[in-house]
């Protein structure tokens, strides 16, 4: 269950990050 909400955090980050580098995409 910790590790699928590690997962989760981190794919959450990762989109942020993604959307704060190309927001024309999103």
């Known amino acids: 269950m ?3 909400l590690g997962i ?3 794919g ?3 989109y942020l ?3 704060m580098i190309w ?3 999103f």
């Open 8 to 10: 989760l955090c981190v």
């Open 2 to 4: 910790l590790a699928v």
């Open 12 to 14: 959450l980050l990762a």
């Open 23 to 25: 927001p024309e995409k």
């Open 17 to 19: 990050f993604a959307a």
